[in-house]
């Protein structure tokens, strides 16, 4: 039998890191074999993709090369562990996907959305998620919460995160219309409150797959 694919998204600051933490953990408890991604990343050719995608200082990408990377760092995860891990029964939890693309590239940068979804198409060779999980906050809960992870891992904002204010709302608007188009596979979770308030919310929408 295939496994689930879950996908979480969602602007800067949304909490998604730890959500994923919490349903590894729930869905191995369950005695289900999952595996943990994220984008960019998660081969070796990917993670060497998001170091280039975070580079502000040599080289940075202009917009179009930056989605390429993206979609080259996406077709590679998925070609090489996402698509066997899926028809080997396991779960896939990824720390974004396709919907960021469209929100950071299309959205944010005001790419043409028709020719990120032909590429992302071909990059994805019919992948699509079987749950998304859009969490969404304020833009004053975001800069809180980006600011007390900075502090707390002693790093600074990177490229993207820096990209500004309008380029920030933009993306969430498009995030927003992105769930209006699909609402029975993107579910939106209002991220604000504690932790545990959040994962119920998920919960609920990840229990009649379990």
């Known amino acids: 039998m295939r496994g689930k694919f879950i996908?979480?998204?969602g602007g800067e600051g949304?909490?998604?890191?730890?959500?994923?933490?919490?349903?590894?953990?729930?869905?191995?408890?369950?005695?289900?074999?999952v595996i943990k991604t994220r984008e960019p990343g998660g081969t070796r050719l990917s993670e060497l993709?998001?170091?280039?995608?975070?580079?502000?200082?040599?080289?940075?990408p202009c917009d179009r090369a930056e989605l390429l990377l993206f979609?080259?760092?996406?077709?590679?995860?998925?070609?090489?562990?996402?698509?066997?891990?899926?028809?080997?029964?396991?779960?896939?939890?990824?720390?974004?996907?396709?919907?960021?693309?469209?929100?950071?590239?299309g959205y944010g940068r005001g790419l043409d959305l028709d020719a990120i979804k032909t590429a992302n198409d071909?990059?994805?060779a019919g992948l699509r998620p079987d749950l998304t999980l859009l969490l969404e906050v304020s833009s004053e809960t975001a800069e809180k919460r980006m600011r007390a992870r900075e502090a707390k891992s002693s790093t600074s904002a990177d490229r993207?995160?820096?990209?500004?204010n309008e380029f920030h709302a933009r993306l969430r608007r498009g995030f927003l219309e992105l769930a209006a188009k699909e609402p029975e596979?993107?579910?939106?979770?209002?991220?604000?409150?504690?932790?545990?308030?959040?994962?119920e919310r998920i919960w609920n929408y990840l229990k009649p797959l379990v």
Do not use: H
Not at 15 to 33: F, M, N, Y
């Open 7 to 9: 996908t979480f998204e």
């Open 14 to 33: 949304c909490g998604k890191s730890t959500q994923i933490l919490k349903l590894e953990e729930k869905l191995r408890s369950a005695g289900i074999d």
């Open 49 to 60: 993709i998001r170091g280039l995608l975070k580079d502000e200082e040599t080289d940075p």
């Open 71 to 105: 979609l080259a760092a996406r077709a590679q995860l998925a070609k090489n562990v996402i698509v066997p891990a899926l028809s080997e029964g396991k779960w896939v939890i990824s720390d974004r996907f396709s919907d960021s693309t469209f929100a950071y590239q």
């Open 122 to 124: 071909f990059a994805c």
């Open 160 to 164: 993207i995160e820096k990209a500004g």
């Open 185 to 199: 596979r993107i579910k939106r979770i209002d991220a604000e409150g504690d932790i545990e308030e959040v994962w």
